[in-house]
């Protein structure tokens, strides 16, 4: 079984910010792409960022030059740094990780969600 535990979340002010981390952990033979979503209340999820293996990545139009998302393949771990934090950042944020398994099929796992709260 693969796990992916998050961390980081919390309360910040608006122009704040704040830093997630998600580590997985398990049987793993290697990890795809991994990223970070959200889902504020009465909302769907949503796509925040997303990064390959290689370090290529992808962004929300709404977090573009506020968020960078990162990663430490040795560590199997996922970052996203968010700054200038904005009251419409406030979300639960989940990380997923698309992983091979030792069987050679790729799934994708998600962690349990951390919460983002952004005061004005």
């Known amino acids: 079984q693969v796990q992916l535990v998050e961390s980081g979340g919390g309360l910040a002010q608006a122009g704040g910010s704040l830093r997630l981390s998600c580590a997985a952990s398990g049987i793993i033979f290697s990890i795809n792409a991994m990223g970070w979503y959200r889902q504020a209340p009465g909302k769907q999820r949503e796509l925040v960022a997303d990064i390959t293996r290689g370090g290529s990545t992808n962004y929300a139009d709404s977090v573009k030059g506020r968020f960078t998302i990162s990663r430490d393949n040795a560590k199997n771990t996922v970052y996203l740094q968010m700054n200038s934090l904005k009251p419409e950042d406030t979300a639960v944020y989940y990380c997923?990780?698309?992983?091979?398994?030792?069987?050679?099929?790729?799934?994708?796992?998600w962690g349990q969600g951390t919460q983002v709260t952004v005061s004005s």
């Open positions: 997923n990780a698309d992983v091979l398994n030792s069987d050679y099929r790729a799934r994708r796992y």
